[in-house]
Nanobody, 120 residues
Framework: QVQLVESGGGSVQAGGSLRLSCAVS????????MGWFRQAPGLEREWVATINDYNRTTYAYSVKGRVTISRDNARNTLYLQIDSLKPEDTAMYYCAASAYRTCTGAFSYWGQGTQVTVSS
């Protein structure tokens, strides 16, 4: 059974930082493309960042320079460091896994999400 469990969300003031984690089980983590997505109330889910099996990273323009995605294959864990948080970063953040190791295909597995709330 594949499980993705996010943690690390919370309520912070603008300008603060958070580090989100995603513990993954049930797949060979090191061979998967991993991604972070977010969804704010009333809006569609949007892609934030991805990291492939060679640790190549890509970022959405809206977060580039403030966000770092990383992975620890020994711990089967994905991370998202978010700095200089803005109120518009408020959303539910989801991690996802794709068997397309180069991140060129759909994400098959999703976590339940962790809430990030940023106050001004």
């Amino acid at each position: 059974q594949v499980q993705l469990v996010e943690s690390g969300g919370g309520s912070v003031q603008a300008g603060g930082s958070l580090r989100l984690s995603c513990a993954v089980s049930g797949v060979t983590f090191s061979t998967y493309c991993m991604g972070w997505f977010r969804q704010a109330p009333g809006l569609e889910r949007e892609w934030v960042a991805t990291i492939n099996d060679y640790n190549r990273t890509t970022y959405a323009y809206s977060v580039k320079g403030r966000v770092t995605i990383s992975r620890d294959n020994a711990r089967n864990t994905l991370y998202l460091q978010i700095d200089s948080l803005k109120p518009e970063d408020t959303a539910m953040y989801y991690c996802a896994a794709s068997a397309y190791r180069t991140c060129t295909g759909a994400f098959s597995y999703w976590g339940q999400g962790t809430q990030v709330t940023v106050s001004s």
